[in-house]
């Protein structure tokens, strides 16, 4: 049969156990196909161990080099293998069951960021996203390595819209003309989906970017006044009457974060913010930032996470489009015979998204163990998503809509479970083949034919699914 380079990635912040269960079963059935394969006999969970294991299928003359892609990881080493490899490219990640807890593996975000990072560079790459235990392992292989399950780009149209949209589309362009986003701190390493060109930002919407050092919002929060501190504990309250539940200290300098944002914001005109979420905020801080950017959020200062400026501006445009509030969310979970996905986020959806018919809990967050982080399942109801992509370097504005379900939690934190206008199957592909960002914003109601007017009057072809 096939010669078949193992490499794969995780993060030990993540379900290893399960991870290796996962793992486990699809080399099983990679052997039982009939399959040779090299390298991959643990994890990778860092830079040195997957550059060892890289090395190791040098000169090995591979059929095809699988990545697997088992939890999240930044799309570091995925760019360094696709540099070095002298073998076909394939990406393989794992769903994982709704239970209601934390995302144990998160291994479609993953994919996303992987995805983004090889269509900026150009390079070829199969995907394939099953569970080993259910999947036909031996026939996904077989066309992973006939070229079957490539990655393709999406085409892309002209947007088109009536003058009368085109003239909402222009007055709301002159309203966000002169914005400012704060961007605290840096995008984490390996995150190329939050990558932004302050000039092409400027031109494209008339906003400017002002670089924030974390280390002055952190000297912000721990000098807040003990009123601006009582504040956000009683906006907090108003939704979360469990505040007791969690750790004093921890919430203490959480809601600190909040009051912080809330100073900077009005000492600098910031229009909204991108902020460097991690791991600083847990590690040097000691906070979550999470619930007080869903409380900013609330407050219609648009907060976007890991310091994604794209992501940031999106939610603004949302918000001024609609007057309501936007939430940056992760596609998490793709479900073909439900034909559903999951969106979601730490916990840092704004409270007016709440299923009014479940309570918010007050949360730490699943891997850093530290509150404040909301904690609800999204509302029923029609939503809109959006994104002023940088996709395979081609500046485009991504659109797409759906029906958000009344379902149990998926997952801890924020999230939703919702059925896309498009075939799930249909949604993956043009998500992977496109290279999206992993970052869209969410907004209720169908805002779609002004959004198609915004593009025509920014001058930006549209990807809509």
């Known amino acids: 049969m096939a010669r078949i380079g193992l490499l794969p990635l995780a993060r030990a912040t993540f379900d290893v156990a399960y991870a290796e269960e996962l793992y486990g079963s699809l080399k099983g059935e990679l052997s039982a196909a009939g399959h040779e394969l090299v390298g991959g006999e643990a994890l990778l969970f860092d830079a040195p161990a997957t550059e060892r294991a890289l090395a190791v299928m040098k000169g090995r003359a591979l059929d095809l080099l699988l990545i697997v892609q088992v939890t999240f990881t930044d799309a570091t080493m995925t760019v360094k293998i696709a540099d070095e490899a002298d073998a076909p490219l394939a990406i393989w990640s794992f769903p994982e069951p709704r239970t209601g807890g934390r995302l144990r ?34 026939a996904l292989a ?37 914005s400012r986003i704060g961007r605290i701190g840096e995008r984490p390493d390996g995150f190329f989906t939050c990558d932004y060109d302050p000039e092409r930002l400027e031109s494209l919407a008339g906003v400017s970017v002002e670089p924030i050092a974390l280390d002055a919002l952190f000297a912000s929060a721990r000098g807040a006044g003990e009123g601006a501190v009582g504040e956000a504990r009683a906006e907090a309250g108003a939704t979360l009457d469990d505040l007791d539940s969690v750790d004093q200290d921890q919430l203490d300098r959480s809601l600190r974060l909040r009051a912080a944002l809330e100073d900077v914001r009005s000492k600098g005109g910031y229009a909204a913010f991108a902020v460097r979420c991690w791991p600083e905020m847990f590690t040097q801080y000691g906070g979550a930032v999470c619930g007080p950017v869903g409380m900013m959020g609330e407050r219609r ?10 992501g940031a501006l999106t939610n603004l445009f949302l918000q001024e489009m ?56 999204l509302k029923p109801g ?46 993956a592909q043009t998500i992977v083949g496109a290279g999206l960002e992993h970052h869209l914003s969410l907004v209720y109601g169908d805002h779609r034919p002004a959004l198609r007017a915004l593009a025509a009057e920014m001058g930006l072809p549209v990807l809509e699914f």
């Open 105 to 138: 593996l998160n291994a479609f975000c993953g994919l996303n960021l992987a995805a983004h990072a090889l269509g900026l560079n150009d390079v070829a790459f199969g995907w394939v996203h099953a569970d080993p235990a259910t999947a036909d392992v031996g």
């Open 142 to 178: 077989a066309d992973l390595l006939a070229r079957k399950r490539q990655a393709k780009a999406q085409p892309l149209v002209t947007a088109e819209a009536g003058e009368g949209e085109r003239a909402g589309a222009r007055a709301l362009l002159a309203r966000i003309a002169g």
């Open 301 to 310: 200062v648009p907060c976007a996470c890991e310091a994604d400026v794209h």
């Open 322 to 377: 609609t007057g309501d509030a936007a939430f940056l969310v992760d596609l998490v979970d793709l479900d073909a015979q439900d034909g559903t996905g999951v969106v979601w986020h730490c916990g840092q959806a704004p409270v007016s998204m709440r299923d009014e018919t479940v309570t918010a809990k007050a949360a730490i967050h699943s891997n850093r163990k530290m509150p404040l982080l909301f904690e609800f399942p």
């Open 382 to 427: 029609r939503v809109t998503f959006a994104r002023i992509s940088q996709a395979r370097g081609h500046p485009t504005m991504v659109i797409a809509g759906g029906e958000m379900k009344r379902r149990p939690l998926a997952f801890s934190g924020t999230a939703g479970v919702l059925a896309f206008d498009a075939p799930i199957e249909a949604v």
